[in-house]
Structures are given as C-alpha cells and as structure tokens.
C-alpha cells in the first residue's frame, strides 16, 4: 500500500483495503454503542453527534470506512460491494477511489460494475490487485 500511498494525486483520491475489509467483517468487535444503534436505528443520529463531540472531524477515507463497514457484507458479491462502495465514494465527493483486493476480478464482474457506477476503472494485477474508479460527474461530461 505504500507505493499507491504515495500515487496519491489529490485531497479527493481515497484508498480502500477491500482485504482488510474481509478479514475485519470475519470478525465483528460490537461495542455498547454498536449494539443499541442496531435495535434502535432512529438513536443513530443522537449517538454520533454525542459521541463525536469531542473529536477532530473525520478524513475522507475514514468517513468511507465507517460508511462501508454498515452497508457492505461478506455475505454480498464483490461486485455488489463495490457499486455500493462507489455509490459511498461519489456520495462524498471522492473524485477516484483505489480499491485494494485480495485478488483479481473477472472482466464480466468489472465490466458490470462501471456500468453500474458510471465510473471508469482502471485495474492492475502485476504486483497488488487493485481496482481505480474515477468519478466522472455531469458537469465533466458536458465539457466534452
């Protein structure tokens, strides 16, 4: 991760460990606040603001981590993960998102998934598997 690290281009570019994604979802770690937001979703909001009161506002990837980590399951396909991963990312406005995988994606699987995000996608499979999407927004398409 240290050379993508180090590739990063702007503030927007957010790197996401699909991996460690995996192996953390294998392996919950509830606490109190975990528990009572899952029986009683409408306190949710209550929670964060009193819990995050004393805290320095979050990076951009690490909103996305936290955001991920309640939508995305192991129990889901890794495409599905993704286009809701995408989904995440365009919602807070990251620009391009570095996915690091465990392993490579089937063309069919990444061929679905920029359709279903209207992203374009890079991949390399050389050293790391790693999927790039680069957001395109309305605006950028009209330029062309």
């Given at each position: 991760?240290?050379?993508?690290?180090?590739?990063?281009?702007?503030?927007?570019?957010?790197?996401?460990?699909?991996?460690?994604?995996?192996?953390?979802?294998?392996?919950?770690?509830w606490t109190f606040f975990d528990i009572f937001r899952s029986l009683?979703?409408?306190f949710n909001t209550v929670l964060e603001y009193q819990a995050g009161?004393?805290?320095?506002?979050?990076?951009?990837?690490?909103?996305?981590?936290?955001?991920?980590?309640?939508?995305?399951?192991v129990r889901h396909t890794d495409a599905s993960n993704l286009v809701?991963?995408?989904?995440?990312?365009?919602?807070?406005?990251?620009?391009?998102?570095?996915?690091?995988?465990?392993?490579?994606?089937?063309?069919?699987?990444?061929?679905?998934?920029?359709?279903?995000?209207?992203?374009?996608?890079?991949?390399?499979?050389?050293?790391?598997?790693?999927?790039?999407?680069?957001?395109?927004?309305?605006?950028?398409?009209?330029?062309?």
């Amino acid at each position: 991760m240290d050379a993508l690290s180090t590739q990063l281009k702007t503030p927007t570019e957010v790197v996401f460990d699909y991996t460690h994604f995996l192996c953390e979802s294998q392996q919950p770690n509830w606490t109190f606040f975990d528990i009572f937001r899952s029986l009683l979703p409408m306190f949710n909001t209550v929670l964060e603001y009193q819990a995050g009161g004393d805290q320095s506002p979050l990076t951009a990837q690490e909103r996305l981590q936290q955001d991920a980590a309640r939508v995305m399951s192991v129990r889901h396909t890794d495409a599905s993960n993704l286009v809701q991963l995408a989904g995440l990312a365009r919602a807070q406005g990251i620009k391009e998102l570095t996915v690091l995988m465990p392993y490579a994606l089937e063309y069919r699987q990444m061929e679905s998934i920029s359709h279903q995000t209207g992203a374009q996608l890079e991949y390399s499979n050389e050293n790391r598997e790693w999927v790039r999407f680069t957001f395109i927004s309305d605006a950028d398409t009209c330029l062309h």
